[in-house]
């Protein structure tokens, strides 16, 4: 089988749990904006938003350093797996004892806007410490999966969480409160410790599903053993460092901005505000999912064949095909927005349409920095990461810090776009310098040219007119497939 179709075949794995984990996660968006006013909306995502962050600081950058030492070390896999584990289990531990006792504190400074008392505020910190150290305690032993291609047990632990999830969260905002509405069989039990409205049912059910996926896990966490390997453990910290920091950086870039929303707009306005651009973010979904697909099938597969002769060749390949994926989906969902701004099922939210097409541009951005940044991860250069990651942060607070007052969550949205396309550059213009793969750079630059014109005619000059949009859809589709057509077919040829 040709490396190039083994990569297609591993992401299509990944590709279909994460698809079926993400529609799934989806109907929790209609659930919440139908349930709920972008006031209370924005609570939900900026406690996921700080969540983002500090689960990189208790990854500690030893997911993708998992996969680099089982690949330089293949004779002493587990000493690597004991390593990775126990970094993040003392890590979480810390953080435990660090935060706990400062819950009142850290309510202060996360709460927004005037409404929402702060003793909830600190009720929801102690669930999402909760949620943190399980979903940490995961980490490994899912890396674990991918690592020995394990990807059908690794999405149904992905999938069962999810369903987990959306069950409790279905349970606790639909199906309590219309069992007690309607007085059926027992109504009187619910009635008695059931608050409705209560935002924190949702994060009691992720709390559940996380307790539930490390239950999952427990084979995997079984294999483990009270042991350090110092030389490889010392080896695997100083890789690591760029990497958490980069990882903080990223989700600087993906958080930051509803948290400095939150706290940069007049307090009358700021949770609405918030509550419309989130909710309107994730309409983005489809190409974030697919970027989070093509991450869980590209990281083992570039370790594991960078020493091929071809692999430069196979590297830049997967390249022009994902380009060309991520332009069709960025044109696919402007083109049909009007049917999708459904998916956040009350009309409140829809003022904020405008922010989907520079978020969606990010994520094609986002994605090809991803794809790009495996020169560094292979060169053992992580340095590199942490500098354009944090480029790229620094260019988040500074553009959202200058233009939020005037321009809302527009200049969120457009932040996100220039961050992400500073660092794409970057790690181009620096990866050719230190570890060059010959991307074709021209052609790839030649379809998100045109898939950014196709995406402002069928917004604005269209009107977002979805016979229009998708009439400029199949174009670029039918375009792609008439140029790229042989060597398609190439990728699942034997080599």
Not at 408 to 428: F, G, H, N, R
């Amino acid at each position: 089988m040709s490396t190039a179709k083994k990569f297609a075949g591993q992401t299509a794995i990944y590709g279909l749990s994460t698809i079926v984990q993400r529609l799934l996660s989806s109907l929790l968006t209609p659930l919440y904006t139908r349930a709920y006013l972008p006031k209370v909306y924005s609570i939900f995502s900026t406690m996921f938003a700080y969540a983002s962050i500090f689960q990189a600081l208790l990854a500690f950058g030893m997911e993708t350093t998992f996969f680099r030492y089982l690949n330089k070390f293949p004779d002493k896999k587990s000493q690597v797996y004991n390593n990775g584990f126990w970094v993040i289990f003392t890590v979480s531990i810390c953080f435990l004892l660090l935060t706990v006792p400062f819950t009142h504190s850290l309510a202060g400074l996360i709460k927004i806007g005037k409404d929402i008392p702060q003793g909830e505020f600190e009720l929801y910190i102690k669930f999402f410490i909760g949620i943190l150290i399980l979903d940490a305690w995961c980490v490994i032993p899912f890396a674990k999966l991918r690592a020995e291609n394990r990807p059908v047990k690794y999405g149904l632990i992905k999938v069962i969480n999810i369903i987990v999830t959306v069950s409790l969260n279905v349970l606790f905002i639909l199906v309590i409160p219309y069992w007690t509405a309607h007085r059926f069989y027992a109504w009187q039990w619910f009635s008695h410790w059931y608050i409705h409205g209560w935002v924190a049912y949702a994060f009691l059910a992720n709390l559940i599903s996380s307790f539930v996926t490390l239950a999952m896990l427990l084979p995997e966490l079984l294999k483990l053993q009270l042991k350090f390997d110092k030389i490889i453990f010392r080896q695997m910290l100083i890789y690591s460092g760029p990497i958490l920091v980069a990882n903080l950086s990223y989700l600087v870039n993906e958080n930051l901005d509803k948290i400095l929303l939150g706290k940069l707009l007049p307090a009358n306005i700021s949770e609405q505000e918030v509550g419309i651009y989130s909710a309107c973010a994730r309409l983005s979904i489809f190409a974030s999912l697919f970027n989070q697909a093509f991450r869980m099938g590209a990281e083992p597969f570039f370790f594991s064949h960078a020493k091929n002769k071809n692999a430069g060749y196979t590297y830049a390949r997967i390249m022009d095909y994902f380009v060309i994926t991520m332009c069709i989906m960025f044109l696919g969902v402007v083109a049909n927005i009007e049917l999708l701004k459904h998916y956040v099922n009350n009309k409140a939210y829809w003022v904020g349409l405008d922010v989907v097409p520079p978020l969606l541009f990010g994520y094609v951005a986002l994605g090809v920095y991803m794809n790009l940044s495996v020169w560094y991860k292979l060169s053992d250069q992580t340095r590199y990461g942490l500098y354009i990651s944090c480029i790229g942060a620094i260019a988040t607070i500074i553009l959202n810090v200058a233009f939020i007052p005037k321009y809302s969550y527009m200049a969120s949205a457009w932040a996100s776009l220039i961050a992400y396309t500073i660092m794409m550059v970057l790690s181009y213009i620096w990866g050719q310098k230190n570890y060059p793969i010959p991307y074709n750079l021209k052609k790839n630059l030649v379809y998100i040219i045109i898939s950014l014109i196709l995406v402002y005619l069928s917004f604005y000059v269209f009107k977002r007119n979805i016979f229009a949009g998708n009439a400029l859809l199949v174009l670029f589709a039918g375009g792609a497939l008439l140029i790229e057509g042989k060597e398609l077919k190439a990728i699942f040829i034997k080599q």
